[in-house]
Nanobody, 126 residues
Framework: VQLQASGGGLVQPGGSLRLSCDAS????????IGWFRQAPGKEREGVAC????????YYTDSVKDRFTISRDNAKNTGYLQMNSLRPEDTAVYYC????????????????????WGQGTQVTVSS
């Protein structure tokens, strides 16, 4: 099983990035998908997650109305569209997959997630 996160980079404040999470070795429709981030010297925090089927999504307060999580089960891929980026969004972003009955919900904490990607660096700076 492998989750490959990509799409990070250096962007100016107010800019946008789209992260992708490509899954192999699993059928992604059986898993909720989550995005987490960890900034230097800080604990890992949940950013967003999306349910298996109906697209129910949850966001941490600091990214609401700026970030959008989505998925394409046909492509076994999850996405995190990040707009209006701020310097405080700078972190390594990780995607994760949680198996279970997350048909209309998704886990917002890290513990339920079974598989993790390697992380992609997002740096917001002028």
């Amino acid at each position: 099983v492998q989750l490959q996160a990509s799409g990070g980079g250096l962007v100016q404040p107010g800019g946008s990035l789209r992260l992708s999470c490509d899954a192999s070795g699993i059928t992604s429709e059986y898993y909720a998908i989550g995005w987490f981030r960890q900034a230097p010297g800080k604990e890992r925090e949940g950013v967003a997650c999306i349910s298996r089927r109906d697209g129910t999504a949850y966001y941490t307060d600091s990214v609401k109305d700026r970030f959008t999580i989505s998925r394409d089960n046909a492509k076994n891929t999850g996405y995190l569209q990040m707009n209006s980026l701020r310097p405080e969004d700078t972190a390594v972003y990780y995607c994760a997959a949680a198996g279970g009955t997350y048909f209309r919900t998704c886990p917002t904490s890290a513990l339920p997630y079974d598989y993790w990607g390697q992380g992609t660096q997002v740096t917001v700076s002028s």
